[in-house]
């Protein structure tokens, strides 16, 4: 299909993906928009009119990540019953290169000092916890160590760690073992 053929809501789809790393990258900025209209094949002000503004076009992306979490916990892969190491192993892929840590990092780092943001992030952090507790029966206590230990790996993430190879514990490890100032 050429680009001149897609639908609004077919690139706003597109323009959300390509938002995820553009974000990533460049934060809430006119340049994060840019890179991603330009990926598309469209204008910037194009991206604009479909969704309302830049931080109309972050929360879009929030709202993607929001669907690709509750995806890696609780969507077809998943299988009643299972370990929080096996949802966690399926998170790490999704979380796996730059985009979807670096753009939750940015989402954070944004609702610092935005309301709509931070109002937005914290709803997707209940829905994604009333997920993984719908599907592992998981208590609050076991919810704050799972989502702890998905933020630790947000981190590693976006720092470029080894956990293609490493589980996390081994890469706490190798920080424990680390001298550099």
Same mark, same amino acid.
Do not use: K, N, W
């Given at each position: ?5 897609? %639908? ?5 789809? #597109? $323009?959300? !993906?390509? =938002?995820?790393? &553009?974000?990533?990258?460049?934060? /809430? %900025? ?5 890179? #991603? $209209?330009? !990926?598309? =094949?469209?204008? &910037?002000?194009?991206?604009?009119? /479909? ?131």
């Amino acid at each position: 299909m050429s680009e001149s053929r897609r %639908t609004a809501e077919q690139r706003r789809a #597109a $323009a959300v !993906e390509a =938002g995820l790393a &553009a974000f990533a990258d460049h934060g /809430l %900025t006119t340049a994060a928009v840019t890179r #991603a $209209a330009r !990926e598309i =094949g469209v204008s &910037a002000p194009y991206v604009f009119r /479909l969704f309302g503004g830049r931080r109309g076009f972050f929360l879009a992306c929030l709202d993607r990540l929001e669907e690709l979490q509750i995806e890696a916990f609780t969507g077809a892969d998943a299988v009643p019953g299972e370990s929080f190491e096996q949802m966690g192993a399926r998170f790490r892929a999704l979380a796996a290169g730059d985009a979807i840590s670096g753009f939750s990092i940015q989402a954070v780092a944004v609702a610092r000092t935005d309301p709509a943001v931070a109002d937005r992030y914290r709803r997707l952090l209940s829905r994604v916890l009333r997920a993984v507790a719908r599907h592992t029966g998981a208590s609050p206590a076991e919810l704050t160590v799972f989502l702890a230990r998905g933020a630790l790996i947000v981190q590693f993430e976006a720092l470029s760690m080894d956990l293609a190879t490493l589980t996390s514990d081994q890469v706490v490890e190798s920080l424990l073992a680390d001298e550099a100032p």
